[in-house]
């Protein structure tokens, strides 16, 4: 009997299986968004909202096409707000997740920084990132620097977390097998503390940027001179509803991309799980 053969067989029907389902859920996904959006250009069409409060669809896309080209009202084209948000957040999700990942994992392995460190996470993480802008406008302004900060201050708390609890959570039994073979305490939480957090802080990792498109609005519309958040500023104070909704909208999009590349990278990085 060939088993090699029926090896590669079944791995290929496996392959096939997985990619039946993943356009089965893509075609589920696209006709969900496109009946949100019949419905909600209906709802326009035949005045059951209004339209001072609410625009339509198709009037969002205009002026998302128009603001390609043209600064009014808040001064700046589209992609010039897009760069300037865009920036900002993952500046600050990077800088979150180069200090959150490791600060949790050695408060989870280590009970001496647990001891020393946790008291101080527990005060500050209650504490909302919107707290933290006027003492950031106080020593850093406006700029850039500042609306990271902002940032780092929404997706810290999140990431610490979730790597926390990840690197917790590793199977007491491996440990002991690997104490038993004579590896060192570091050597433990190399190859299999590190390892059996990383779907945990993946998961926050994708939260913290979730956190983060949604305090860059906050933080743009009150400490901010261009950006997604001041657009959405500006047409509130114009009184220009479709500008508002294609802020909301743009953001929408840049944070389902932002999201699909945290999730290709743990896709790369956790081949070891079994796909699904």
């Known amino acids: 009997m060939d088993y090699e053969k029926i090896r590669a067989e079944a791995r290929t029907a496996e392959i096939q299986a997985i990619r039946k389902q993943k356009v089965k859920y893509l075609t589920i996904s696209v006709v969900v968004v496109l009946l949100v959006l019949l419905i909600w250009q209906l709802a326009v069409s035949f005045e059951l909202v209004s339209t001072r409060f609410f625009d339509s669809p198709t009037g969002v896309v205009e002026t998302i096409i128009d603001k390609i080209s043209n600064r009014k009202p808040d001064g700046g084209y589209l992609h010039q707000h897009i760069w300037a948000s865009a920036k900002v957040v993952w500046l600050g999700f990077l800088l979150a997740a180069v200090i959150g990942i490791p600060l949790g994992l050695f408060m989870g392995w280590y009970g001496l920084c647990d001891r020393i460190i946790r008291p101080l996470f527990e005060i500050v993480r209650p504490i909302p990132s919107l707290a933290w802008i006027p ?10 620097e500042a609306r990271s900060v902002i940032i780092f201050t929404g997706c810290f708390v999140a990431t610490v977390l979730n790597t926390y609890t990840g690197i917790r ?56 001179s261009n950006g997604l ?29 932002s999201s699909s590349i945290v999730s290709y990278v743990e896709g790369k990085v956790l081949k070891w799980r079994p796909k699904k």
């Open 169 to 224: 959570s590793t199977n007491q039994t491996l440990i002991n097998v690997a104490k038993t073979c004579g590896a060192t305490n570091f050597q433990i939480f190399r190859e299999i503390g590190i390892p059996s957090a990383m779907p945990m802080i993946f998961a926050g990792l994708k939260t913290s940027m979730g956190s983060a498109w949604g305090t860059i609005v906050a933080a743009e519309m009150l400490a901010s």
């Open 229 to 257: 958040g001041y657009m959405i500023q500006m047409g509130r104070s114009f009184g220009v509803v479709s500008l508002i909704m294609a802020g909301i909208i743009v953001i929408g999009i840049l944070g389902f991309i």
């Open 135 to 144: 003492i950031v406008i106080l020593f850093l302004g406006i700029g850039v």
